[in-house]
């Protein structure tokens, strides 16, 4: 099974700044997904990257991926309030494997 | 297209009892998964099915089962419920497991 492990497992930082969370992972993936949780409320897909790409944008996110460090990074520009939430990686390999998340970064935006 | 829904969403119980949540999926998905989240051990995998297969499996004792139905909406079912048992129960659909993940907003189970 794959797994997504989050860093830091907080973060503080004021409103406007830039903030980057980063995530591990074990083994060779398919793809890596990118997920928000505002209080206790389902999760919210953000994006998706495949393993043959290296950058991706949406928005103020953008991720990269390295699969030689099996790590990937995900950068909220300009940060705003409502991007207080929970963040969580999810590394995906074959369908037969299970997805696995991690325990989540906690982002909190000072105004 | 609707989104996932659950029911129902708070639920209080009494150790020893069980319970049966329900999940439905976004009208085409055929992957269902189901994770259990607390404070301490965030969010953690129980099951997946797959065309009413269960395909994949976490690590929760027995008293955990579930199974999807043929117009792909599942359940889940705990028996003898435990304190530790209290906790948000997500339901996610995709069209397969490797792709976009859709949860539902939850069920809260309180066991008392």
């Known amino acids: 099974s794959q797994q997504g492990e989050e860093d830091p497992q907080a973060l503080s930082i004021q409103e406007g700044e830039n903030a980057t969370m980063n995530c591990s992972y074990k083994t060779s993936i398919n793809n890596l997904q990118w997920y928000r949780q505002n209080s206790g409320r389902g999760l919210v897909h953000l994006i998706l990257?495949?393993?043959?790409?290296r950058e991706k944008h949406s928005g103020r996110l953008r991720v990269t991926l390295d699969t030689s460090k099996k790590s990937s990074s995900l950068l909220i520009t300009a940060s705003r309030a409502a991007d207080t939430a929970s963040y969580f990686c999810a590394a995906s390999g074959n369908r037969d494997d299970k997805i696995i998340f991690g325990k989540g970064t906690r982002l909190h935006i000072l105004p | 297209k609707a989104g996932v829904t659950q029911t129902p969403r708070y639920l209080i119980k009494t150790r020893g009892q069980q319970v049966t949540l329900s999940c439905s999926p976004i009208s085409g998905h055929r992957s269902v998964s189901w994770y259990q989240q607390t404070p301490g051990q965030g969010l953690q995998f129980l099951f997946e099915?797959?065309?009413?297969?269960?395909?994949n499996k976490g690590n929760f004792p027995g008293r955990f089962s579930g199974r999807q139905f043929s117009n792909s909406r599942s359940e889940m079912n705990v028996s003898t419920l435990e304190l530790g048992d209290s906790a948000l129960y997500l339901c996610a659909s995709s069209l397969e497991n490797t792709d976009t993940q859709y949860f539902g907003p939850g069920t809260r189970l309180t066991v008392l």
């Open positions: 990257i495949r393993s043959n790409e």
């Open positions: 099915y797959f065309s009413e297969t269960q395909r």
